[in-house]
């Protein structure tokens, strides 16, 4: 990462001033984001400030029609368009030995308002000294003292951050603001809220930082954007809420992902692209003309006219098909592989992808469907926004809804960011039959409503999204539950195995009530191959996962929770807590939310039928 750029100063320095994984740069440090480096606060540029050497494009591209389609469908229609060829790309690799302007991520300072050590002098860095990469105050005449940056920093529902209004937020409206403000703050020994306070030494005005929590007290958000720099400010009619700019709820990544699989629909398109400026003006008339070319000739030779115009449509947006989601694409592919053979392992033909269904384990339950073991697979994750103060949940299907809450990572560039993670995983379906029955149970209808219930009062400013049935929070669970069981056996920790779920809604055309769990690395070729020899031994980690889920140390309050009407305001979650069904959020597709341990084993104070696992597998 370069070195922050100064507001007000010209001086761009090259030598890195912290370092960043690739991947993080996607997830949970990609544009936008507030960074503590070891000598600055900093915001991570957006996209125009992502420096790639020579400034070509071919290098670090990501390609996944799947995911690029899905992702061109939803974007805003004032913003910038997908490239063709080059939709995603990797972050650039910083050179820690010989680092350069031309490559890397340029961050901007921010906030910029510090404190002094010395005086608790609160003052914007414009009045400061910078000497040898600290800024300093003069509290005197002949002493200077080192300043670091403010913690807070004010933040709206949108995404949008600035500095906190610290002078008008002293000074009462009520009253004439003083002529040369001096303002310093004083935190107390806990550091609480209640005990910091912002005084004025001009005119002794002070406020205390509970203040900002009254929302009639909250100041208009100015729209102001930095990661986007000067030109990046919009209007926007919400309030500043007072945020730490450390605080695990100032980013909160918006990221859409899609495995590779074999997918023929696809072939053509891409072929096409290839040669996209040559067919771009393609027409009845013209294509065999365009045959002739040797490039042309070669990129569309197995496919006829009418396959070719078609797909010259499809991409030019001629053509409004309706799209399959992801996942239920992901779905079919999955539950079609055929059972494993000996000696049937992975080739170079296979590509990203090879999978095949286990030999069904001997008393394995008969609520399991079916178990497929994935020895190779590759997911590529593509951040498409962020919010702030709050995640934005994507729906049943795992994709994420146009929404203005979710804040642009670039003004003009027509590519985003994108890392591709290599590895293995173990997919489980579950017994459309049993999980209909388990759905139609009075129990179990009466707890959807409650967890609906809940999820209504959450969702009150979120209209776009629908509630999740009770299958979805009965997989999520049960995935949570065996993520933990099988990290117990399978060499990796229980933070490496991520989940991917597959659910669908009453009356889909292609019902789903499946689960994938998956560890990958990204820069890596795979893994070794313990995750999917685990999936051979499930009924053991069922077995497990059933004592682990049964009885929770925070019994019997956890178990006894309810999202409805609840004061804590726990709305989109039931029996769950870190005691047992919490994961690293790593690990977790929506945050530890929409969970209830007691739709899947029995739980003290539930009716055993409510649970899907009603005894022990």
């Not at 954007?225 to 309030?239: Q, S, V």
């Not at 685990?534 to 889920?549: D, K, N, S, V």
Request: aromatic share 8%.
């Amino acid at each position: 990462m370069a070195r922050p750029r100064r507001w007000g100063r010209t001086e761009v320095l090259a030598q890195p001033s912290g370092k960043i994984r690739r991947s993080q740069l996607v997830t949970t440090f990609g544009p936008g984001a507030l960074v503590d480096l070891v000598d600055d606060a900093v915001i991570v540029g957006g996209l125009e400030f992502w420096r790639f050497e020579g400034g070509k494009g071919g290098r670090g591209v990501i390609d996944d029609p799947r995911l690029r389609d899905a992702i061109v469908a939803k974007l805003p229609k004032d913003g910038p368009m997908l490239a063709l060829g080059e939709a995603f790309r990797e972050p650039p690799e910083g050179d820690d030995k010989s680092p350069v302007k031309s490559h890397g991520i340029e961050a901007l300072e921010f906030p910029q308002w510090f404190v002094c050590q010395s005086c608790r002098a609160l003052v914007r860095s414009t009045a400061l000294e910078l000497k040898d990469r600290r800024y300093r105050h003069q509290c005197n005449r002949s002493d200077r003292r080192e300043c670091v940056p403010v913690r807070f920093v004010g933040a709206c529902a949108r995404g949008h951050v600035q500095d906190y209004p610290w002078i008008g937020f002293v000074h009462d409206r009520d009253k004439p603001r003083c002529d040369a403000p001096a303002l310093e703050l004083r935190e107390g020994a806990t550091g609480d809220f209640s005990e910091v306070v912002v005084r004025c030494d001009s005119c002794r005005q002070e406020q205390r930082l509970s203040r900002t929590l009254a929302k009639d007290a909250r100041p208009p958000c100015d729209g102001e954007r930095p990661w986007l720099g000067r030109g990046g400010r919009e209007a926007c009619d919400e309030k500043l809420k007072l945020l730490v700019r450390t605080a695990s709820d100032a980013y909160f990544a918006q990221v859409e992902s899609a495995l590779s699989i074999p997918d023929p629909a696809h072939a053509l398109d891409d072929s096409v692209q290839k040669v996209w400026d040559v067919l771009k003006d393609a027409t009845r008339e013209t294509l065999p003309a365009f045959r002739t070319i040797a490039k042309v000739k070669a990129a569309i030779a197995d496919w006829d006219d009418a396959q070719v115009l078609a797909a010259v449509a499809r991409i030019r947006g001629d053509e409004t098909a309706p799209r399959e989601p992801i996942r239920r694409a992901e779905f079919r592919q999955l539950v079609s592989q055929k059972v494993e053979a000996p000696g049937d392992l992975p080739g170079d033909a296979d590509g990203w992808f090879h999978a095949r269904t286990a030999t069904r384990e001997k008393d394995l339950t008969d609520r399991i469907a079916k178990v497929v073991l994935v020895h190779r697979l590759r997911e590529v994750r593509v951040q498409v926004g962020f919010t702030r103060l709050a995640p934005y949940s994507p729906n049943v299907y795992g994709e994420l809804e146009p929404d203005d809450r979710i804040a642009r990572l670039t003004l003009h560039k027509t590519w985003l960011p994108a890392c591709e993670i290599h590895g293995e995983g173990v997919f489980i379906q579950l017994d459309e039959a049993a999980v209909c029955e388990w759905e139609s149970r009075a129990s179990v209808r009466e707890r959807e409503r409650e967890l609906r219930a809940g999820f209504t009062e959450w969702a009150q400013n979120r209209e776009s999204l629908d509630p999740y049935p009770a299958r979805f929070y009965l997989l999520h669970s049960l995935a949570h539950l065996l993520a933990s069981a099988i990290s117990l056996e399978c060499g990796y920790a229980a933070s490496a195995i991520r989940e991917r779920i597959y659910c669908s809604i009453p009356g889909d055309g292609l019902p789903m009530a499946a689960i994938l769990l998956a560890t990958g690395t990204p820069g890596t070729e795979g893994t070794l191959g313990g995750l999917v020899e685990e999936g051979r031994r499930l009924r053991a980690h069922l077995r497990r996962a059933f004592e682990m889920g049964s009885l929770c140390s925070n019994d019997p309050v956890c178990a006894s929770h309810s999202p409805q009407r609840d004061p804590a305001e726990r709305w989109l979650e039931g029996a769950a807590c870190h005691g047992c069904l919490f994961v690293a959020e790593c690990s977790c597709e929506r945050f530890n939310r929409f969970l209830d341990r007691a739709l899947v084993v029995p739980a003290i104070g539930h009716p055993s039928d409510r649970a899907f696992f009603s005894e022990r597998p």
